[in-house]
């Protein structure tokens, strides 16, 4: 092993002294700091943090320390949040102070995001999202999940590709006004989630690896591909759909209300090919994986399905649940929101960062925090979700559950729940989330009967409530399981539906323009 050059951990020594110096010297009289793992000075407790399910230990030290509790990392500070309450106190109530997102390491081009620029896209997407919304989504959740659930029943093996298939058409429908580009969005998808996610690259864990060059990175050399193929993909985007608006042809789309609205919003073209971009990326792996987690859930508890079948057969007969079919629908929407609450699409969360310094409850909280409402912890909280660790749908049903609310043609919802995010950084996609998850998961409950694979001996196959991937977006890893039919009626109405939906253009084939 090579020795560690002396002036090399002379430097390192002398950070680390200035770094608790500094931390010392601007404790404001009055307050305290935070609770939390002692560390080493400047690297905190790196060693203590795993590369995979990360936010299950710091959820054990929220057990430990408190609902709200600091860690240095790297020279990093880092608040961790386990309440609901106590987000929503700083995440919402001060959301000016807390609306900043930190630099993601390993991504290029990373500027500070809490500026007039990020204020001005965030109101042209929440006018792009309101309008979609009071337009149903052009009803394309519900027109998607025909071809979807033909799909899926010939080929329930391919259901990951499937459902990812689903939502990247509709997503791309809806962005661009053309379904041709699902695939790549999907892609470019896949490939940022990747460049974001800490158990995926250790640059965004490290920051000082930030500082090396190009040619002793493999992070920046991966970063800068995947950043040249997401732009160029953003860019043929918006070049093909303006050609389309100018000739009269651009379908109604996230595209062409930016096209509408361009002049009033301020953004040029790089700008508008990026929102738009964005958006699509953000609407494809999150919602595919609450879809995966169905599947688990109703392999473990099969007595949900059958409830959720009652249900819909009394509501919808011998049709497709639709969205305005919501209010009547209770207890598919209980397993939905259980569905994300038990298991959170990104348990992690994705973190704020303070722009100014803080204090709550006498605690410091200084400028260039980075907060993170831990997903994981929040949706455990015993006090709001007795028993945690089970999968329970009753508990946003049943009065005596602290969960419950009324009126139950309008809760549960999944609606600003903490999957979503808080304050000015909360997902404003949720319409369109709630609505696919509504056509898609109850679709599969009308037609389908999901069950735990049997042997050739007859005897069940164990599936795993855990196995679950470590990146930000996180999923249950690919299982076996049967799907069939409920019945032949239902069997040829899926297949019917899918076929009138060909005919009558409803939907596109992936070859068509």
């Known amino acids: 092993m090579t020795p560690v050059p002396l002036f090399l951990i002379v430097l390192v020594a002398l950070v680390a002294l200035e770094h608790v110096r500094r931390r010392r010297a ?21 060693w203590d943090i795993p590369r995979q399910h990360s936010y299950k230990k710091f959820k054990a030290w929220s057990d430990q320390y408190g609902p709200i509790y600091q860690m240095n990392i790297f020279g990093e500070h880092h608040v961790w949040l386990a309440s609901d309450k106590i987000a929503k106190d700083l995440l919402v109530t001060r ?20 500026a007039d620029v990020w204020r001005r896209q965030r109101r042209f997407v929440h006018q792009t999202m309101a309008k979609s919304t009071s337009m149903k989504h052009l009803n394309l959740p519900y027109i998607e999940a025909k071809k979807y659930l033909a799909e899926l ?10 459902m990812e298939k689903y939502t990247g058409r509709v997503i791309s429908r809806l962005a661009f006004g053309d379904v041709r580009h ?9 490939a940022l989630l990747g460049a974001i996610s800490p158990a ?28 040249d193929r997401e732009r160029e993909f953003f860019v043929r985007m918006y070049t093909l759909a303006k050609s389309d608006y100018d000739n009269g042809t651009l379908k109604e789309s996230y595209m062409s209300q930016f096209f509408e609205g361009k002049e009033k919003s301020g953004a040029d073209d790089i700008e508008g090919a990026y929102i738009i971009g964005m958006i699509g990326l953000a609407g494809i792996l999150t919602t595919a994986s609450a879809f995966m987690t169905y599947i688990l859930a109703i392999c473990l508890h099969p007595e949900w399905q059958e409830k959720v079948q009652k249900e819909l057969d009394e509501v919808c007969g011998d049709r497709m649940p639709e969205p305005s079919d919501s209010p009547k629908l209770p207890v598919l929407r209980a397993v939905i929101k259980e569905i994300i609450r038990w298991r959170p699409v990104t348990p992690s969360s994705i ?13 410091f909280i200084p400028k260039g925090s980075q907060v ?22 009753q508990r946003w049903l049943d009065p005596s559950f602290p969960s419950y609310q009324e ?8 609606k600003n729940f903490t999957t979503f995010g808080y304050g000015r950084r909360i997902c404003m996609g949720m319409d369109l989330v709630e609505d696919e998850l509504l056509v898609g998961i109850g679709g599969m409950a009308w037609a389908c009967n999901i069950r735990k694979k049997r042997d050739e001996n007859g005897r069940e196959i164990p599936v795993s409530a855990t196995d679950y991937s470590s990146l930000l977006i996180s999923r249950p890893k690919q299982m076996d399981f049967d799907l069939t039919p409920r019945d032949t009626k239902r069997g040829q109405l899926v297949k019917f539906n899918y076929a009138k939906a060909l005919e009558t253009a409803e939907i596109i084939r992936d070859s068509s323009y």
């Open 95 to 114: 959301s000016g102070v807390y609306s900043d997102r930190p630099m993601i390491k390993n991504l290029e081009d990373n500027v500070n995001t809490f």
């Open 182 to 190: 699902y695939a790549e969005v999907t892609t470019n998808s896949h």
């Open 26 to 46: 601007r404790l404001p009289k009055g307050t305290r700091w935070l609770p939390g793992p002692p560390g080493l000075p400047f690297i905190g407790r790196v």
């Open 407 to 414: 009126p139950l043609t309008q809760y549960p919802s999944i």
């Open 372 to 393: 993170h409402p831990n997903q994981w912890a929040i949706t455990r909280e015993t006090s709001v979700y007795p028993d945690p660790e089970t999968f329970n749908p």
């Open 351 to 363: 973190p704020h960062e303070t722009v100014e310094d803080d204090i709550y409850d006498g605690y």
């Open 153 to 162: 029943m010939d080929s329930p093996s391919d259901y990951q590709y499937l």
């Open 200 to 227: 995926a690259n250790l640059s965004n864990i490290i920051p000082q690896l930030r500082l090396l060059p190009m040619w002793l990175s493999p992070w920046k050399k991966s970063e800068r591909a995947r950043h």
